[in-house]
Nanobody, 123 residues
Framework: VQLQASGGGLVQAGGSLRLSCAGSGFNLDYYAIGWFRQVTEKEREGVSFISSRSDSTYYADSVKGRFTISRDKAKNTVYLQMNSLKPEDTGVYYC?????????????????WGQGTLVTVSS
């Protein structure tokens, strides 16, 4: 069972990136997926979530209107499309999976975590 986060990189402010969270060894359809980010010496914060049953989506206020989370069931992958990126979006982005979850920012709810992918937004 493994989650693989990818798609990070260096981008200028105003640019876009698409992060991927791919599952291997288990079916992500049964899991809520959360994207979290961490900036050095700061607490990890929840960014965006998609629930397991209804695919309801939730966004932190700081990314609402700029980020979109979506699920590709055929590829067993969840994406985070990030547009209009700002320097304050810089951080290591982690995806996490919560079996039958509602998709919440509560980290203790999540069963599996990916390894993180670095996003750097230059001004």
């Amino acid at each position: 069972v493994q989650l693989q986060a990818s798609g990070g990189g260096l981008v200028q402010a105003g640019g876009s990136l698409r992060l991927s969270c791919a599952g291997s060894g288990f079916n992500l359809d049964y899991y809520a997926i959360g994207w979290f980010r961490q900036v050095t010496e700061k607490e990890r914060e929840g960014v965006s979530f998609i629930s397991s049953r209804s695919d309801s989506t939730y966004y932190a206020d700081s990314v609402k209107g700029r980020f979109t989370i979506s699920r590709d069931k055929a590829k067993n992958t969840v994406y985070l499309q990030m547009n209009s990126l700002k320097p304050e979006d810089t951080g290591v982005y982690y995806c996490a999976a919560d079996l039958y979850g509602l998709g919440t920012p509560k980290e203790s709810e999540y069963d599996y975590w990916g390894q993180g992918t670095l996003v750097t937004v230059s001004s």
